[in-house]
């Protein structure tokens, strides 16, 4: 039988990594792609509750400057924990305002993937190769 906890601090870093930069990348977008973003909240079938709780464009660019702060934590596994609950929180209302209709199932399942990731490093930290274990 194969021992794989051998790899369990690499594969703790290529996950985190991986998951980082999807937020980092994403988070950019935000802010550097403000009008094609703000036209997907504008086409949203939730846009008057966004409305109703303040400017879309003060949305967006919050939900950019998280993605990519808390996601250069969860990338160097800094503050781990605190960086996949920013993240988790920032991306639900997100994932209910932009994804639920009929034609967004697979970005929907895919936000769903990625929160139970965040979930996961809440739940167990950074791991190995994480400025949080030093």
Same mark, same amino acid.
């Given at each position: 039988?194969?021992?794989?906890?051998?790899? %369990?601090?690499?594969?703790?870093? =290529?996950?985190?990594?991986?998951?980082?930069? =999807?937020?980092?990348?994403?988070?950019?977008? %935000? +802010?550097?792609?403000? @009008?094609? $973003?703000? @036209? !997907?909240?504008? /086409?949203?079938?939730?846009?008057?509750?966004?409305?109703?709780?303040?400017?879309?464009?003060?949305?967006? @660019?919050?939900?950019?400057?998280?993605? =990519? $702060?808390?996601?250069?934590?969860?990338? +160097?596994? +800094?503050? #781990?924990?605190?960086?996949?609950?920013?993240?988790?929180?920032?991306?639900?209302?997100?994932?209910?305002?932009? %994804?639920?209709?009929?034609? %967004? #199932?697979?970005?929907?399942?895919?936000?769903? /993937?990625?929160?139970?990731?965040? +979930?996961?490093?809440?739940?167990?930290?950074?791991?190995?190769?994480?400025?949080? !274990?030093?």
């Amino acid at each position: 039988m194969i021992d794989y906890s051998k790899y %369990h601090n690499l594969s703790d870093l =290529i996950f985190r990594v991986g998951l980082s930069l =999807i937020f980092i990348i994403g988070g950019a977008g %935000h +802010l550097v792609r403000e @009008q094609m $973003m703000l @036209q !997907r909240i504008e /086409a949203s079938p939730w846009l008057d509750l966004v409305n109703t709780l303040g400017s879309p464009v003060f949305f967006l @660019q919050l939900s950019g400057i998280v993605f =990519i $702060m808390a996601g250069f934590g969860l990338l +160097l596994g +800094l503050r #781990t924990r605190l960086s996949a609950l920013a993240l988790f929180v920032t991306l639900v209302p997100i994932t209910f305002v932009i %994804h639920i209709a009929p034609e %967004h #199932t697979g970005p929907l399942f895919k936000n769903i /993937a990625i929160l139970g990731a965040l +979930l996961h490093f809440f739940v167990r930290g950074g791991g190995g190769f994480s400025l949080d !274990r030093r």
